[in-house]
């Protein structure tokens, strides 16, 4: 897979970290302890780590000592990821190492010493195949995806343009980049049907963004990237795009807009 990133894209990431830690399901988390081996490291693989949010959020949440081997194919964005000291909940110490590593081509041999996989905000940006590829490596393992749009997002106030800008989006996710179909909204899906295929049990969690006016700087950002998304699919919307974007930033500015951004959570295994 090559992935083309905005230089400002670790900015974005870091922008979106306090939603993302708000949204994953504390559930999955207490099943995922259940599963982890007692008395020795635990040893996690992060699929497309990008700036380590993960890492961040999870492994003060398990017990130590932890060892975390970060996957990602942006060096700038694994030495950020390298660079931020994490401790395990018992503050036993947590080492991390990173892999320059293409999802896409994951194989078991990558993952053999994984006691857990995890990923977070990658699904949707992969093709049914390289998902069916990513859940063949990581069968085996307990694995929890994090955060995988589902194509459903709640405005208040509603506006009679949420659902044409909604459909838009939903099938600039779903295009074709250079001969990658991307799984978009149905990635949460296609992956828990490719491990229920293997035998694996499944548990979904429901894991959505929640913002309102202490959030208004990430919802300003995420609003333009989505707009942007669907008038690029269907340019016919330009022109009331930019009515529709002027009024919900005015809204999200004054404190007045909430936006419900759905996602899903799964544990594997």
């Known amino acids: 897979m090559t992935t083309q990133l905005p230089p400002d894209f670790a900015d974005w990431l870091r922008l979106r970290e306090p939603a993302d830690a708000a ?22 693989h992060d699929l497309g ?25 942006d060096p700038d964005l694994l030495a950020l990821a390298a660079a931020e000291p994490v401790l395990a909940a018992d503050g036993s110490p947590v080492t991390v190492q990173t892999r320059d590593s293409d999802i896409t081509r994951l194989a078991g041999a990558d993952l ?3 006691h857990l996989v995890t990923a977070s905000a990658l699904l949707d940006m992969l093709t049914a195949g390289e998902v069916e590829q990513v859940v063949a490596a990581c069968a085996g393992h307990p694995t929890l995806f994090a955060l995988s749009v589902v194509g459903r997002v709640e405005f208040t106030p509603a506006d009679p343009l949420d659902a044409g800008f ?13 001969g990658r179909t991307l ?54 919307l330009a ?31």
Do not use: I
């Open 23 to 44: 949204a994953r399901s504390a559930d999955l988390v207490d099943a995922v302890r259940r599963r982890l081996p007692a008395g020795r490291p635990v040893v996690v």
């Open 166 to 178: 909604t459909a838009a989006f939903n099938a600039h996710q779903r295009r074709t980049v250079a």
């Open 183 to 236: 799984l978009g909204p149905d990635a949460a899906r296609v992956a828990a049907a490719a491990f229920r295929r293997r035998g694996v049990d499944v548990a979904v969690r429901s894991s959505p963004w929640r913002l309102g006016p202490e959030q208004a700087a990430l919802t300003a950002e995420w609003l333009a990237g989505w707009l942007d998304a669907a008038v690029e699919e269907r340019p016919d």
């Open 112 to 114: 053999a010493d994984a």
């Open 49 to 73: 780590s990008g700036t380590g949010s993960m890492a961040r959020w999870l492994a003060p949440r398990l017990p130590g000592p932890q060892r975390w081997v970060l996957h990602e194919r």
């Open 239 to 269: 022109p009331a795009a930019e009515a529709y974007r002027r009024r919900r930033l005015a809204e999200a500015a004054a404190g007045g807009l909430r936006v419900v951004l759905h996602h899903d959570d799964l544990l594997a295994g």
